[in-house]
Structure formats: structure tokens, C-alpha cells
């Protein structure tokens, strides 16, 4: 049919994660046509609840709601009477780099070199000129046991957070984003509980590569592997690591500015391990284990899934740098490396785990990173200039388009509504 004797105005919306899906049913309600193109053979994204222990789903991207009040994601928690676990920091036992839990010299030691991190990083966003987080706070390693426990604070408190190692983040903008007060919570039944309900009422096409955008005619052409869809306008959910790749061809290009955010807002990295035991070997009593590893960033923390879900279950986290690297490990590799901080923790006699699920979310072709993070040489406007719609066919959403929730499932959901918004729902 011509666009012109269409009533609805057609949207294609590409990616079918939080932000797509968020995207793509504020728009069918406010009556447009919308059809959902991803990758996949699954939809979801980075929000990806794994079954392959039919006895316990685990989410192998995004797990906690972060910030449960005034967070969009628990309103439609509650609509769906997800059930949610709330994990506490006030639940953590921390491991010395020789295994032993720390003493209370150890422990007021390392809270005074977060304290010194804080101070330090307070002054660098003073300078007029901007550094890195880890260039800001170096001179806080003045022995070998504060360099091990400031490597332990840049790993837990910056780069697990932010996904970028420290020597990117930007000790201007790295914590330039708001967040929501409450608890952190989780979902029993995985995260896939959300990105399943926003999926059910929606044509959704998977295992279509979107592979070039040609947005200079009034139609929009988007084409896959293996079709050509003309619509009238796309929103694209594409994750800034997709971006960064030019796996996916703007017809014309980009304008450079939008190609310079897309330069420079970083990709980070986190990667989860979860093993299974055939018994714990460990408590109940806490959510997260730490350890001081003596090399940067290395199994530092880990959750328990004990207490979480009274399973044998260890989930151990590696981001930036050391997240990086794993990935090109063997599982047995990976494996290994675990079970060497572990024994360090819980002796030598502990067994090997039955079984294991390891990420690789920087290989993962869809996805290219874990989130996005504000690098050295970022300004928090850059995002701003991602997002910005272009000849009022071309949108942009996803958790990279938000200034204020950037790296965050809600971030990637609001950023969805945004997106509707501007291509003209509600
Ligand atoms: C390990 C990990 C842990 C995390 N933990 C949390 C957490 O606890 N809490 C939290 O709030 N956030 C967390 N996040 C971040 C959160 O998962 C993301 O911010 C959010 O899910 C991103 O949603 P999105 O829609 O922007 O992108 P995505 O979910 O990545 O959606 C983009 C979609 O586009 C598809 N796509 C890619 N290329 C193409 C193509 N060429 N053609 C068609 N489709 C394509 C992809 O397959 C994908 O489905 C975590 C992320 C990771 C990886």
C-alpha cells in the first residue's frame, strides 16, 4: 500500500531489548503499525534469562532492578507479580588476598583508602582539565598492601560498576548519571519475566540481521540478511558496541557528529561465571563475597546464590580489563582460574563445580560490551547528541541514549518511551 493512503504511520523498530520492546509498545498503543527486527534467534538483548538449569533460571546479562523506588521496571514488576529477592551490601564478607577474612585493621584500612578514593576523585572534578579515575587517585597506592587494596576499590566500586577499566573512565563524568533510591532486587524468575511481558502483543521478527539503514528518501529502506522492509520511520535500538563496529551501514552516513559520540562514549565490559556444587562450601549468611585479589581485578566478587535461591551456586563477576581478557579463555580456563581464588578461600580440599555458565558478552556480536560507560574525552552531552533524532525518520534509543540511567535496564526502558515519544506516540 502507499505510505500516503496509509492511516498508520509504519515503525520499524530494530532490537528487541528493553529499549525496542519499550519503543515498540508505547507506539502500537498509540495506534502506529510497528514491527521488531532482531538479531537473534531470541529476544531480550542484554536482559537474557538462561534455563539450562531447569531448576534455577540465571540471568546472564542484566540482573537486579537497581534502585527499586520510582524505577519504571517495578511498576511492571508488580503488574506481573514477579517475585523479587533484595541482595544488601550490609551482607558482604571480604577476603584478603591470602584467603583470610580481613581483620579490622585490614577493614578500616580499605575504608580509608575508599574515603581517600572519594576525596581525590572530589578534587579532580574541580580541575578544569579532565583525567582518568585512575590517574586521579595513583598517588593513594604508596605501598604494596594500599596498591592491592586501591586495585580492589578501582575494581568493586568503578570498574563493576561502570564497565570501563579506570584508566578510561572520566573522573569528570564517570558518575554523572542519577539513580533510584531502594533496595537492589532480583528476580526469581530471571529478568526475562520483564522482556517477556513487553513482548507478548508485539510482531516481533527474529533472526533478522539488520545489516544497512537508508534513510535518504522519504521511505526508509532497512535491510536484513535476507529482506528489504520499507517503512516510515525506525527506531534504532542498535547497542553503542554495534555502533562502534559499523557492522550496520547508514545510507547516507551518520553526520560526523553523531559518528563522534558513537567514538566516544565507551563500551565496557562485564562478564558473569556462575558454578554449581554439588554442595556449598560456604555460608548462607551473605550476599557478596569479595576478595582482595593481588592482581587487578581478578574474581573480586562474587554473589552467593545460597541465601539467594538456596542453590550450591557461586556467581563470580569480572569486568573491564580482566573481563576482557577472559573471554578468550577456554571454559576450562575460565573455570580454573575460579576455582584457583576460591581454594584460596575455602581451602584446597574443596571439589570442582558440576557444571558452569560463562559469558562473553565483548564476542557477542549483538551486543559487542556489556554497557556503556562516560570515558575520558566524553562529555555527558554526547549522549545527548546520540540520541537526537534525525530528518524525522531516523530515532535512537537504547541504555547508551540515556544521559541520566546510561549502563542500566530502566536507562534502556526510558529511553525506549523517549524514542516513541519523538517519533510521535502519546
Ligand atoms: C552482564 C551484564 C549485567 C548487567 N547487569 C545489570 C543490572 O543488574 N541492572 C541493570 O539495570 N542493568 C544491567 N545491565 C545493563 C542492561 O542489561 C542493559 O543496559 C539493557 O538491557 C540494554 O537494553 P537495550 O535495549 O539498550 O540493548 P539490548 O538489550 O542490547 O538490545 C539491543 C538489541 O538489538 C539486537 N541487535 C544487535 N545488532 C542487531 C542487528 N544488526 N540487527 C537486528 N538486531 C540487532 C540485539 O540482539 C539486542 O536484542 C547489565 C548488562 C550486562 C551485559
Known amino acids: 500500500m502507499e505510505a500516503s493512503l496509509r492511516n498508520k504511520r509504519r515503525t520499524i523498530v530494530i532490537g528487541a531489548g528493553l529499549a ?18 532482531e538479531a537473534r534467534d531470541r529476544i531480550g538483548g542484554r536482559i537474557w534469562t538462561s534455563t539450562k ?10 540482573s537486579w532492578i537497581h ?7 517495578t511498576v511492571l514488576a508488580n503488574n506481573l507479580k514477579a517475585t523479587r529477592v533484595a541482595t544488601s551490601y550490609n551482607r558482604t564478607i571480604t577476603y584478603s588476598a591470602n584467603g583470610t577474612q580481613l581483620t579490622d585493621a585490614e577493614a578500616s584500612l580499605l575504608n580509608r583508602i575508599r574515603e581517600d578514593v572519594s576525596i581525590a576523585l572530589q578534587q579532580a572534578q574541580h580541575q578544569e582539565a579532565d583525567q582518568s579515575v585512575r590517574a586521579a587517585v595513583q598517588k593513594l597506592a604508596t605501598s604494596t598492601e594500599t596498591a592491592q587494596l586501591l586495585n580492589f576499590v578501582l575494581s568493586s566500586d568503578f570498574e563493576h560498576e561502570y564497565g570501563g577499566s579506570a584508566v578510561d573512565l572520566s573522573a569528570h563524568w564517570y558518575d554523572d548519571d542519577d539513580t533510584f533510591a531502594g533496595d537492589d532486587v532480583l528476580f526469581t524468575q530471571g529478568f526475562s519475566v520483564i522482556t517477556d511481558y513487553l513482548a507478548q502483543n508485539i510482531t516481533i521478527k527474529t533472526s533478522q540481521v539488520v545489516k544497512e539503514i537508508h534513510w535518504q528518501d ?3 529502506s532497512v535491510i536484513s540478511q535476507d529482506n528489504r522492509y520499507i517503512t516510515d520511520s525506525v527506531v534504532v535500538t542498535l547497542p553503542l558496541g554495534v555502533l562502534k563496529s559499523n557492522a550496520v551501514v547508514f545510507v547516507p552516513a551518520l553526520p560526523t557528529e553523531k559518528q563522534n559520540a558513537i567514538a566516544k ?19 548462607a549468611d551473605n550476599d557478596w563475597i569479595e576478595y582482595i ?23 563470580g563477576f569480572n569486568a573491564a580489563e580482566f573481563g576482557r581478557e577472559i573471554e578468550d579463555y577456554t571454559d576450562n580456563q575460565v573455570v580454573e582460574r575460579a576455582m584457583h581464588v576460591l581454594r584460596a ?4 580440599h574443596i571439589p570442582d563445580p558440576l557444571d558452569y555458565q560463562i559469558t562473553r558478552w565483548m564476542h557477542d556480536p549483538f551486543a559487542r560490551g556489556a554497557f556503556s560507560f562516560n570515558a575520558l574525552g566524553t562529555t555527558p552531552a554526547l549522549r545527548d547528541v546520540l540520541a537526537q533524532p534525525l530528518a524525522n525518520r531516523l530515532f535512537f534509543a537504547g541504555e547508551a541514549t540515556s544521559r ?15 524514542a516513541a515519544k519523538e517519533v510521535g506516540a502519546g
Not at 538449569?53 to 542484566?62: T, Y
Not at 585479589?293 to 556467581?315: C, D, V
Open 345 to 348: 578461600i575455602f581451602g584446597s
Open 265 to 283: 562514549i565507551g563500551m565496557g565490559v562485564l562478564n558473569k561465571c556462575y558454578l554449581r556444587f554439588e554442595e556449598a562450601f560456604w555460608s
Open 293 to 315: 585479589s593481588p592482581t587487578h581485578g581478578e574474581w573480586i566478587e562474587w554473589i552467593n546464590f545460597l541465601r539467594i535461591a538456596q542453590k550450591p551456586i557461586l556467581l
Open 218 to 220: 522519504l521511505e526508509v
Open 404 to 418: 541520566a540511567y546510561f549502563g542500566t535496564a530502566h536507562g534502556a526502558y526510558l529511553s525506549g518511551l523517549r
Open 20 to 37: 525496542g520492546l519499550a519503543a515498540a509498545n508505547s507506539l502500537q498503543d498509540a495506534g502506529h503499525e510497528v514491527i521488531v527486527l
Open 53 to 62: 538449569w531447569s531448576d534455577v533460571p540465571l540471568d546472564l546479562g542484566a
Open 67 to 73: 534502585g527499586i523506588q520510582g524505577n519504571p521496571l
